[in-house]
């Protein structure tokens, strides 16, 4: 298949202070259909300097200061002046209204601040950028998280992460094929910049990072610059105050166990709530959020998250106690030291929090029918009824725990 469309490329490249156009199809996409009219859109713009080259495929154009898009692109979007350059169209104004619409590879798209536990189903977007739940008709904003892996995977390497002749098998290709980071150039580039491309690709959207997360990542971190606040945190927090006693102990013998590098990111969150004496409370969270309100978010009605909030309004919480209601499970298994936290998070579970507990009372804290009893008969251990190994990874995230190799241990 790559060696199918490396076939239909050619090798282009641009020096510095060379004079290009920039290709792109300006209009709003509401359907993956294809426009009737699409050869009639406007097409070149400029002409522009390429000022840097970033990677061996994309470079960073000189735009005029009123510009309202980025100036990195690909080689494929731009043109080589070879004769006299000639007078093209302007760069267009991209703000339409109350609707902030974005330029991106092949058209323009529409974009809108969603309630925090929404889902769309409508499908749009590029083929070759379409997140596999929006396929299902089933996503949130997770999905333009995908797009950005897409964008960094063909930045990176020159090719599409998912490819076929025909649209239908672009489609196939997203719900059931995996990237490649085998081929060529994938072995020469950096661990970090593989490892943010991975978790961003990910067919689980729980497990994808959120933007914040990537501004913290090791491949992007920027030490003198502060992160924007994640509302992912407070999705997480919510459902830490709601959960059992139990359920508790176990998240802080993981949180425990937690890398430095997702600690940075949690103290990077933790410093934004602005603690006092080294404590938050349910005044600090509400502070931090209208720092950052726009008129968008209160049209999408975020402010109700706080309505599930009330028990932080009676208690503080120190970082510790922050750590371990702000760890979402599903991002952490997708990191490649998963099994040694889990397997660490065990040993201090074991220590603190682990105690013998029925299967109907496992079930009860976890929600589920008699009928699925089954699903915990290797969860409790036999010596002693308390969790095992399996029984505490399962109940760290629920039933629908992925299917791994995960040693079984029977302590």
């Not at 910049?193 to 501004?215: H, I, N, V």
């Amino acid at each position: 298949m790559k060696a199918y469309a490396d076939g239909k490329r050619r090798a282009v490249q641009f020096d510095v202070g060379d004079l290009v156009y920039l290709k792109l199809q300006q209009y709003r996409l509401k359907s993956l259909a294809r426009r009737t009219n699409e050869k009639l859109s406007p097409r070149f713009y400029g002409p522009y300097e390429v000022i840097e080259k970033i990677g061996p495929v994309a470079y960073r154009l000189k735009f005029p200061d009123t510009a309202c898009i980025h100036n990195v692109f690909h080689v494929s979007q731009l043109e080589k002046i070879t004769l006299h350059p000639v007078a093209a169209l302007p760069l267009p104004q991209f703000l339409d209204g109350d609707m902030l619409t974005s330029v991106s590879l092949n058209e323009k798209t529409y974009s809108f601040f969603t309630p925090a536990d929404q889902r769309l189903n409508d499908i749009v977007g590029s083929a070759y950028y379409v997140a596999p739940e929006v396929l299902h008709r089933m996503y949130s904003v997770e999905a333009d998280m995908w797009s950005i892996g897409v964008i960094t995977y063909i930045l990176l390497c020159g090719s599409r992460p998912f490819w076929a002749r025909t649209e239908s098998g672009i489609f196939r290709s997203v719900l059931r094929a995996d990237p490649n980071f085998s081929d060529s150039p994938w072995p020469a580039v950096s661990p970090e910049a593989k490892d943010f491309t991975r978790r961003l690709l990910s067919k689980d959207p729980r497990k994808r990072m959120t933007a914040a997360q990537c501004l913290t990542h090791r491949w992007l971190r920027d030490e003198n610059c502060a992160g924007p606040l994640d509302i992912l945190i407070y999705k997480l927090v919510k459902s830490y105050l709601r959960a059992t006693p139990f359920k508790h102990a176990a998240l802080k013998a993981l949180s425990k166990a937690l890398t430095e590098d997702e600690l940075i990111y949690l103290r990077a969150q933790f410093r934004l709530l602005e603690p006092k004496t080294g404590r938050v409370s349910l005044s600090n969270f509400k502070a931090a959020l209208m720092r950052n309100v726009t008129d968008a978010m209160m049209d999408a009605r975020v402010f109700e998250i706080f309505d599930l909030m009330d028990p932080l309004a009676y208690k503080d919480m120190e970082f510790e106690e922050f750590c371990a209601a702000a760890i979402s499970v599903y991002q952490l298994e997708a990191i490649e030291e998963w099994e040694t936290i889990a397997s660490t998070a065990f040993e201090y579970f074991e220590q603190e929090g682990n105690r013998p507990i029925s299967v109907e009372e496992l079930a009860l804290e976890m929600n589920v029918a008699p009928a699925a009893y089954s699903v915990f008969n290797d969860c409790i251990r036999n010596s002693d009824g308390k969790l095992s190994y399996i029984g505490y990874t399962k109940f760290l995230h629920g039933v629908t725990i992925r299917n791994t190799n995960t040693r079984r241990r029977q302590q």
